[in-house]
């Protein structure tokens, strides 16, 4: 593959992306490879379309969210190193990092990012909350059309009003966590990512 | 799992009660200790009387004497089997009672402790009364009766989402595990049977196969017994599916092992070919189990399907597909428990969501019951098969064996375990590792496998037996009793107590998608993958012929929901939550903004009820009763017939005749109409219809799901909706079932007013479960 060569990774950049992600080097050149497999346009980035051409993709309710999930603000391509950085976020935390007091800043993979991660993928407008009416995009979403929209008005106040503690009607950053505290997110936020 | 225990009496008891309680049990002990080998003499007697009788019979064919009529006599071989058995059960059944009724005692030693000394004990008195103690723990009453209700019940409300999470791990500890228990456990015994060659005793004539085969015997984790102690100690779901789903899955390890080495120790030889041919054994055992048991159960739901008619014998075809599951597994010498495992874990969200509310409750409690019975049974024969057994006593086998136990299983799950963190995402720790491996207790089944041995293969079958007894004995007194102080000590994490929100529900599901979408990305198959991949297939194909009607395309997340709104509504007038009900107006209040009241007990001053008639209250309240639990059952089909049909709901010409007594009541207390609208029906605007003949009837409209108040309880003023009661259908059928049509959605009723009186009233009798129970609520969502 001649024509591949100037996108080959070198070995300065698996370095770097291992310092930032936490990824092994085994697990990063898998990684790469199959990056440039869903790379039909062999630019070395990603465009939408060519997210959009995972099959598994296009039948999941949350597919069009993920795929919004890898690509920075305004940005329509995105590069190894954002691909890697998003997909940082679901590395399992190991039992070193646990322990580890967070001296500069947390790894990407922390409890606090994943939870982050997931809820930005329900907050689209940025503004630090969810609204009911995101809340009622995403359980459109998941449940499908049958469904009326008095039905999922009525789940969507009730999920608010369990989680929201300051009365603001929408479900801030630390209510989200603060939900989500019983569940175990190390585990139902981690892919094993084995060679 | 929800505890089966019984229920500790409030402790408003005198302190002279509880002993007086006590006396009375130890009195009714006796009693029956001394009747069973009343029971057990008299049967030789009669017997022998039975011969006489057919000789003297004979004879007076010939000369006809004739007798005075016996005005009473006494026949007890004609009742003797049943009537011993009954006694049996009321003794187990007894003793549970007697152990919650003292004070402290349950918190210290676990029940199954006390069960297996009560045991003892009446093995104990039967043998002091010179009779011969039947033989209770006989390996077919074990197997056929005794031990097919634990086993379904436990399968049946097997947590799947933990269990599949483990699924891994489980197998490894249940097959790997198994497997060098029994090798070491056998092959050292072996060696050390055979390194005193000064002293020869009985031992040196033990060969390789027997210590095998006691080996394998003695390895396997025991189901009963592991539930027995660790449900009152409360661990978390982790450690507590590890080790049980062990015991469960290590079944067919144990049933292989049994049969190869029972089969060849005959012979005295085990060639290669013999243990590829055990290999392959293997896998045909296990996942023959589970076919079998998957096959039953999806005939078991199929059949579920067609059961709207015929509501009361619903629970009977869970029962006997399961039991048939587990005796069609046996009959291949397939793994019968992993049978019933997958019939319970297959059928159960297709039944479910076919069946009555009541239907589901009786299952649940039958195998509550039955489950809980058993296992008391079963600790109590333990205790007398022990007195009764004929007992080999042999100092070096007994300790070495137990030693050879404990070490067997430190060391097994030691390595597993570190072979296992290689793969987990979750790693086990060393805390849970040392509980994993204190958990291993031995039980009723290593017993029962050993008495089954034949005596002419194996002439040390009672050195066995008692080397068995001792094992069990010690799990189940010394670990059982220690490991709660352990738990405690080590401070391992307890079982959360709190149920599942709405939020755990949508954010989990949520996750779900994503971490597919993510692995998808990743060009990675796994967990999610294919869970995804299932669940697909399940909605797609297989709900749709198992689940009847409407429900089947019910998605998941709105099951949850409306079981939780239900719930919080129940909860809510229950606790007297009815003067906040006229609050509730405004339309976009959800439930949740009415908090029920924490329950107080009732002051009777506090609540100053205007009288009613008592006809009245209890037709208001069978009206409601059956109206909240209909919604459960989701009616779909909405033909007269189908509701006519209904065994449960009251006679219409009964109500007819109420409704003539009510017809003076009419001025006086606005009414309220009560009718339910679930999800379903929105779909179907002719669904239901109102009955005009009805409109005088108290009725009260919980609206799950419309425009104007979504999850409020409206008290309607039922003469608001005459006019479109007149629309209605005629309709026949119970008193108390009414449902609206939902024609125009945007048409609610409003809410009408209501005085503080009335609504008293209603909270005063909707908080009367009526005679027909207690609808327990579920504790967790039955779909995975």
């Known amino acids: 593959m001649g024509s591949r060569a100037s996108t080959l990774l070198r070995e300065e950049e698996i370095e770097e992306i291992k310092k930032e992600t936490g990824f092994s080097h085994s697990q990063i050149t898998r990684l790469y490879s199959r990056f440039t497999s869903l790379d039909k346009g062999e630019n070395g980035t990603l465009s939408r379309e060519d997210f959009q051409r995972i099959p598994e993709l296009a039948i999941n309710p949350l597919g069009d969210r993920i795929i919004n999930a890898f690509f920075p603000e305004g940005e329509d391509q995105v590069n190894f190193r954002g691909f890697m950085r998003t997909l940082a976020h679901f590395r399992p935390i190991e039992d070193s990092e646990k322990n580890k007091n967070t001296s500069t800043s947390e790894p990407l993979n922390s409890r606090t990012n994943k939870l982050l991660f997931a809820f930005r993928l329900y907050d689209l407008d940025r503004d630090d909350k969810i609204s009911r009416d995101e809340l009622l995009q995403v359980l459109r979403m998941m449940v499908g059309v049958n469904i009326s929209d008095e039905q999922l008005g009525s789940i969507a106040d009730r999920t608010i009003q369990e989680a929201d503690t300051n009365g603001d009607s929408s479900i801030s950053f630390n209510e989200f966590i603060k939900v989500l505290e019983k569940v175990d997110v190390e585990q139902k936020m981690s892919i094993r990512f084995l060679h | 799992m929800s505890p089966r225990r019984g229920f500790r009496h409030p402790g408003s008891f005198g302190s002279s009660l509880p002993e007086r309680g006590l006396l009375l049990l130890v009195l009714i002990v006796l009693l029956q200790g001394s009747l069973l080998p009343f029971g057990a003499a008299s049967s030789p007697d009669v017997g022998h009387r039975d011969e006489a009788d057919v000789h003297a019979e004979a004879e007076e064919k010939h000369n006809f004497t004739k007798k005075p009529f016996p005005v009473l006599s006494f026949e007890y071989k004609h009742i003797q089997v049943p009537f011993e058995i009954s006694l049996w059960v009321l003794l187990a059944s007894l003793m549970k009672l007697g ?80 497997l060098w228990n029994a090798f070491f456990i056998g092959g050292l015994l072996y060696a050390v049977c055979q390194i005193q060659p000064n002293n020869p005793s009985d031992l040196h004539s033990l060969e390789l196969l027997p210590c095998l085969l006691f080996g394998s015997i003695i390895s396997a984790v025991d189901p009963v017994a592991v539930l027995a102690v660790f449900e009152e100690i409360h661990i978390n779901e982790l450690l507590h599916i590890l080790v049980f789903g062990e015991s469960l899955l290590n079944d067919a390890v144990t049933v292989v092992l049994y049969h190869l080495f029972e089969e060849y120790s005959g012979v005295g030889s085990v060639t290669v070919i013999d243990g590829v041919l055990g290999v392959i054994s293997f896998f045909v055992v296990a996942l023959g189990g589970v076919l079998v048991g998957a096959i039953y159960g999806i005939l078991a739901a199929f059949t579920s399907r067609f059961t709207s008619h015929t509501r009361v014998i619903e629970p009977l075809f869970v029962f006997v597909y399961s039991y048939m599951a587990y005796l069609s597994a046996e009959m291949f010498h397939l793994s019968g428990i992993m049978a019933l495992i997958a019939c319970g874990a297959v059928m159960r969200p297709y039944v479910e969501a076919n069946i009555s509310h009541k239907s589901h409750t009786t299952i649940k409690y039958f195998l509550k019951m039955w489950s809980s019975v058993s296992e008391t049974l079963i600790f109590i024969f333990l205790g007398v098969a022990t007195v009764d057994g004929q007992h080999n006593w042999n100092w070096t086998f007994v300790t070495v064996t137990v030693v050879l136990c404990l070490v067997a299983r430190v060391i097994g799950v030691v390595g ?52 068995i007894i001792i094992v069990i004995f010690f799990t189940v007194f010394v670990q059982g009793m220690t490991i709660k102080p352990l738990v405690d000590l080590l401070a391992v994490k307890k079982k959360q107590e709190a149920k599942r929100s709405i939020n755990e529900e949508i954010h989990t599901q949520f996750l779900d998608h994503l971490l597919t979408g993510i692995e998808d990305i990743c060009g990675h198959y796994g967990h999610h993958h294919w869970k995804d991949k299932l669940n697909r297939f399940n909605k797609k194909y297989v709900k749709k012929c198992l689940i009847a009607g409407e429900r089947s395309k019910e998605p998941q997340l709105i099951a949850f929901y409306h079981k939780l709104e239900m719930k919080h509504a129940i909860e809510l007038v229950e606790s007297g939550g009815g003067a906040k009900l006229s609050s509730a107006i405004p339309s976009t209040v959800s439930m949740q903004n009415i908090q029920p009241k924490k329950p107080a007990p009732a002051k009777p001053e506090d609540r100053v009820l205007p009288k009613l008639s008592k006809s009245r209250e209890e037709e208001i309240r069978k009206i409601l009763r059956s109206n909240l639990q209909k919604t459960r059952q989701r009616l779909r089909s909405y033909n007269r017939h189908t509701l006519l049909a209904d065994p449960y709901e009251d006679n219409f010409g009964e109500f007819l005749l109420k409704k003539q007594k009510m017809m003076k009541w009419r001025p006086h207390l606005p009414m309220f109409v009560c009718c339910f609208n679930t999800p379903g029906t929105l779909a179907d605007p002719q669904a239901y219809s109102m009955k005009p003949a009805l409109d005088s009837v108290p009725t009260i409209q919980v609206d799950l799901a419309s425009p104007q108040s979504p999850d409020s309880v409206n008290i309607l003023d039922e003469f608001q909706r005459s006019e479109q009661a007149a629309a209605a259908e005629e309709g026949e059928d119970d008193g108390g079932l009414m449902m609206k049509a939902p024609t125009r959605p945007h048409e609610r009723c409003n809410a009408g007013e209501m005085d503080a009186g009335t609504r008293e009233k209603l909270s005063r009798c909707l908080s009367d479960p009526g005679p027909h129970a207690e609808d327990e609520d579920e504790d967790e969502p039955f779909l995975p």
């Not at chain 2, 009723?444 to 008495?451: C, K, N, R, V």
């Open chain 2, 99 to 178: 152990f919650h009724l003292i004070p402290r005692l349950p918190g210290i030693v676990p029940e199954s402790c006390l069960l297996i000394l009560v045991g003892l004990l009446v093995g104990g008195l039967i043998k002091l009364a010179g009779q011969k103690v039947p033989p209770v723990l006989d390996s077919n009453l074990f197997f056929f009766c005794l031990l097919p209700p634990i086993i379904l019940d436990a399968g049946y409300f097997l947590p799947i989402r933990p269990f599949m999470e483990n699924l891994g791990t489980i197998l490894m500890f249940a097959v790997v595990g198994t």
């Open chain 2, 416 to 467: 597993l375990t570190y072979v296992i963190n290689k793969f987990r995402i979750v790693k086990l720790t060393t805390k849970d590792q040392f509980i994993v491996a204190y958990g291993g207790l031995r039980g009723a089944i290593a017993f029962s496998l050993g008495f089954l041995l034949d005596k002419r293969h194996f002439p040390l079958r009672n050195m066995f037996l008692t080397a």
